[in-house]
């Protein structure tokens, strides 16, 4: 499997700081030729073909790679453009042989008045430390980029890592919501629950109206680099929430000797937010696509497959009997006239991971 991580650059001098805009500068004209030939019918592209273009060979080549994927996605869809066109803050992207990690510090071909190689450290956080792992028990780096982001540079590495696999006969079921962001059940071959977890959306919550009556009152004041700054805050701690609901979820699955972990499709996240309060709706922001990323990279790391399920009657049907009846679910609690009174999240995640037994 592949995963990416990004690691911020120390804060590079003013002249290097040039260097990048400038090269920056240079791959949205040369993003926007190529796109321009594509257009034209011109396929056999080569780095010779944008001399115009100040960028070293490599970096155009990338392009060129990267510009005909778009393109091949902008022909499939229903755009009433013309053809691509590409913002100005476009990443500078390079394959694994055009860039090198000695220690904390990476190495990387830039264009000044010639090409030319500039070495740039890094911060050397828990993430940077987890890469080096990685280089170091032989995984196979893979395409990386340079970017900037809200007064920050940032390098992007992604990593080939070899999937373990298991032959575990337990299966965990995991229903994400609005009022307990996750709900575990886990049950053996026999479909008998041997465990369970809780992650209440309290915290979450609470969050969430913080920032947004901060956003209020900041719009009212009209400053706008202040929302900025705030909604960058709220995301970075949005992110390092759901690093730790998927790391104890995934933890608790290999504790629990768990072979695959069930998922609801998340489109209906998306239609259940619609029908709850406003206070509720707070959390209709909530990064769930990101929870599950997470969820489904940590558990393969583990050699834990995961599965997407259609999420029809799951919430509706009776973990205990069966019997779908939409009245059965009232905000918490699910009671059913066969005797199965629980909590309604819980007889959610008891369906998914019955569901994921049965297609298995």
């Given at each position: 499997m592949q995963i990416t991580y990004v690691l911020e650059l120390l804060e590079p001098t003013k002249r290097k700081q040039n260097i990048f805009f400038n090269n920056i500068a240079e791959v949205v004209k040369n993003r926007q030729a190529?796109?321009?030939?594509?257009?034209?019918?011109?396929?056999?592209?080569?780095?010779?073909?944008?001399?115009?273009?100040?960028?070293?060979?490599?970096?155009?080549?990338?392009?060129?790679?990267?510009?005909?994927?778009?393109?091949?996605?902008?022909?499939?869809?229903?755009?009433?453009?013309?053809?691509?066109?590409?913002?100005?803050?476009?990443?500078?992207?390079?394959?694994?042989?055009?860039?090198?990690?000695?220690?904390?510090?990476?190495?990387?071909?830039?264009?000044?008045?010639?090409?030319?190689?500039?070495?740039?450290?890094?911060?050397q956080t828990k993430r940077f430390k987890e890469l080096q792992e990685h280089i170091e028990n032989g995984s196979k780096l893979g395409k990386a980029s340079l970017f900037y982001k809200r007064g920050k540079w940032y390098f992007a590495v992604s990593v080939d890592l070899p999937q373990e696999k298991n032959n575990n006969p337990n299966t965990m079921g995991i229903d994400i919501g609005l009022r307990q962001l996750a709900v575990a059940s886990i049950k053996n071959s026999a479909g008998k629950e041997i465990n369970r977890q809780f992650f209440n959306g309290k915290e979450a919550g609470f969050i969430r109206k913080k920032y947004r009556s901060l956003r209020r009152e900041l719009g009212q004041a009209k400053k706008i680099n202040s929302i900025r700054n705030i909604n960058d805050k709220?995301?970075?701690?949005?992110?390092?929430?759901?690093?730790?609901?998927?790391?104890?979820?995934?933890?608790?699955?290999?504790?629990?000797?768990?072979?695959?972990?069930?998922?609801?499709?998340?489109?209906?996240?998306?239609?259940?937010?619609?029908?709850?309060?406003?206070?509720?709706?707070?959390?209709?922001?909530?990064?769930?696509?990101?929870?599950?990323?997470?969820?489904?990279?940590?558990?393969?790391?583990?050699?834990?497959?995961?599965?997407?399920?259609?999420?029809?009657?799951?919430?509706?049907r009776c973990s205990k009997c069966g019997k779908v009846k939409k009245v059965n679910r009232k905000v918490n609690l699910y009671s059913c006239q066969c005797g199965n009174h629980i909590h309604s999240d819980l007889n959610a995640s008891r369906n998914i991971a019955h569901l994921g037994q049965q297609s298995a």
């Open positions: 190529i796109a321009d030939k594509l257009k034209a019918g011109e396929t056999k592209l080569s780095s010779a073909d944008f001399k115009e273009h100040n960028l070293p060979s490599a970096v155009k080549n990338q392009n060129i790679r990267e510009v005909k994927v778009l393109f091949r996605l902008f022909e499939k869809s229903d755009s009433k453009k013309d053809n691509i066109d590409f913002k100005k803050n476009q990443p500078i992207c390079y394959n694994n042989q055009n860039y090198k990690i000695d220690g904390h510090i990476i190495s990387i071909p830039l264009y000044t008045s010639k090409c030319q190689r500039f070495a740039f450290p890094v911060k709220e995301q970075r701690w949005m992110t390092d929430l759901n690093h730790k609901i998927s790391r104890r979820l995934v933890n608790l699955a290999v504790q629990e000797k768990v072979g695959i972990i069930v998922m609801e499709d998340l489109e209906n996240i998306r239609q259940s937010a619609h029908s709850l309060n406003r206070a509720d709706r707070n959390l209709h922001n909530w990064t769930f696509y990101q929870l599950q990323q997470f969820i489904e990279y940590k558990a393969e790391l583990a050699g834990i497959k995961v599965k997407y399920i259609n999420p029809k009657h799951t919430s509706q």
